[in-house]
């Protein structure tokens, strides 16, 4: 019988997340870990300069100028909950070496009803999906392009059921300095890996390949479009967000992911006309941020995120990462 409710889990998309994500496997690889880049309508694959680089482009962690710890708890829809945990060092002194970084994410639902062979109900289950990475990533010179690499170990399980794999990312960033306006182009290919195989069934993960850029056209004001394709998928999704800082404390935020839109679900509702838009803002308190960010869902409800970050020590590399800093970020 517990055979039977771990096929009846995977028949069903591999549990409730795959139902609101799609048919791949992993589908938490496709969810964020952070707040600003939902509130910029997922336009960060040539904005990354914090922890998010983790998710999106793991060239931008040499971007870092200081020691970063961040967390965030997000509420998504169908009681489903996303947690992560990171951390960024970056190595060297005047003369940066590079910088590694450590995550941690973990997705979680409420408990599954199962069903026996009659479909009549027979107890809950849990289910879950883990991700851990390590990154690395360096810039080219002292002011070229930022490389980066990362490789994720990951878990779901299902009941009593777990399947295992790894993945890598690698990305691309660079700021241009010599036009009119500042210009940052990113280049990113994410869960580049085997598969997940449960039971006797192997299911790709979500490989994306995505491009991005950010412009800033005035003081305080970054505009970032994002293209990305999932190959295995056969989906096609863009991002375009702006982010406006009032204030040094205070960052407002807003935008439109297609990603977000195509959230599966009834289209009836307010709601769900405002599907696929996303809003946030930043306040900064010293060297803490704190993020947050709200996206509606129809039917599904919304999602919100609160992201908290914390800089701390000396700064590291300053030259090189001054001349980053200058083109998009903090």
């Given amino acids: 019988m517990a055979g039977f409710l771990t096929i009846v889990a995977l028949g069903l998309g591999v549990w409730g997340p795959a139902l ?5 496997t992993a589908a938490f690889l496709k969810v964020s870990p952070g707040a600003r880049p939902i509130g910029m309508g997922e336009a960060f694959t040539a904005v990354a300069d914090d922890l998010n680089a983790l998710a999106w482009n793991p060239a931008g962690l040499a971007a870092l100028d200081r020691k970063e710890a961040a967390f965030m708890h997000a509420e998504l829809f169908a009681d489903t909950r996303y947690d992560f945990i990171g951390y960024g060092h970056p190595l060297g002194g005047y003369r940066s070496l590079g910088t590694v970084a450590l995550g941690l994410s973990r ?4 408990a599954i009803q199962g069903r026996d062979e009659n479909r009549r ?3 809950s289950f849990q289910a879950s999906d883990t991700a851990f990475q390590v990154a690395f990533s360096r810039r080219i010179g002292v002011s070229g392009p930022m490389l980066g690499i ?3 170990y990951l878990e779901s399980a299902i009941a009593d059921v777990r399947a295992r794999t790894g993945a890598v990312d690698v990305g691309f960033l660079h700021s241009f300095r010599g036009g009119p306006l500042p210009l940052s182009l990113g280049v990113s290919a994410l869960n580049v890996g085997p598969g997940m195989r449960f039971l006797d069934r192997r299911e790709d993960l979500p490989l994306t390949l995505s491009v991005g850029a950010g412009l800033r056209l005035f003081p305080g004001v970054l505009v970032a479009v994002d293209a990305r394709h999932r190959p295995n998928a056969a989906k096609s999704t863009f991002g375009v ?11 407002l935020r807003a935008g439109y992911g297609s990603g977000l839109a195509s959230v599966k679900g009834d289209s009836a509702g307010v709601g769900s006309s405002l599907r696929g838009l ?3 803002l930043g ?8 993020d947050y960010s709200f996206t509606p ?4 409800g919304n999602s919100q995120r609160i992201s908290l970050s914390m800089r701390f020590g000396a700064v590291t590399g300053a030259p090189a990462r001054r001349l980053q800093k200058s083109a998009a970020h903090w």
């Avoid at 609101?20 to 791949?24: I, K, R, S, T």
């Avoid at 967000?241 to 960052?251: I, N």
């Avoid at 869902?297 to 599904?300: C, F, Q, R, S, V």
């Fill in 278 to 280: 996303g809003a946030g």
């Fill in 150 to 152: 990362s490789g994720k």
């Fill in 297 to 300: 869902a129809g039917e599904l």
């Fill in 283 to 290: 306040l900064r308190l010293g060297r803490a941020q704190l």
């Fill in 20 to 24: 609101l994500f799609g048919a791949e």
């Fill in 107 to 110: 997705l979680s639902q409420g």
């Fill in 241 to 251: 967000g702006l982010e406006y800082t009032m204030v040094s404390a205070l960052t």
């Fill in 121 to 123: 109900p027979s107890g």
